[in-house]
């Protein structure tokens, strides 16, 4: 099957140059997901162990603490959360008709990762504080 040169090729990902706006979609979508997944099995497992008692509230505990694994769960989900919020802000900035000019689009969707790492920072800084001094 022979191909005709003049029609333009399918869009799909290999066709475009990878940009900012274009990262910044895709990974809303990926967070999206995580927030919908992990956080759900991280506030069930919480709630079960609440309502069983002290042991399993321990237990659950002593997962955060081993290797600090559990932190890194949930500063993942903290940062997915901001970062699925920040996206969300600029998608519903873009649906009312602004944003879309080159230069606002490419600076508003690097101020996406930039301001949910800044989020992230200051809430894990509040916690990690507090949790020193108490």
Known sequence: ????????????????????????????????NALATVGALVLLWWLYAVSTGPEALDYLKSWFDFYYLGYVVL?????????????GIRHLVMDAGAGYELTGNKFWSIMTFVGAI?????????????????
């Open 118 to 134: 800044v989020a992230t920072g200051l809430v894990w800084a509040y916690i990690f504080t507090n949790m020193l001094e108490g």
């Open 1 to 32: 099957m022979s191909q005709n040169k003049s029609r333009p090729l399918s869009p799909h990902l290999g066709v475009y140059r990878w940009g900012p706006a274009m990262l910044v979609s895709i990974v809303n979508r990926i967070v999206g």
């Open 75 to 87: 500063v993942g989900i903290t940062w997915s959360f901001f970062q699925h919020l920040f996206g």
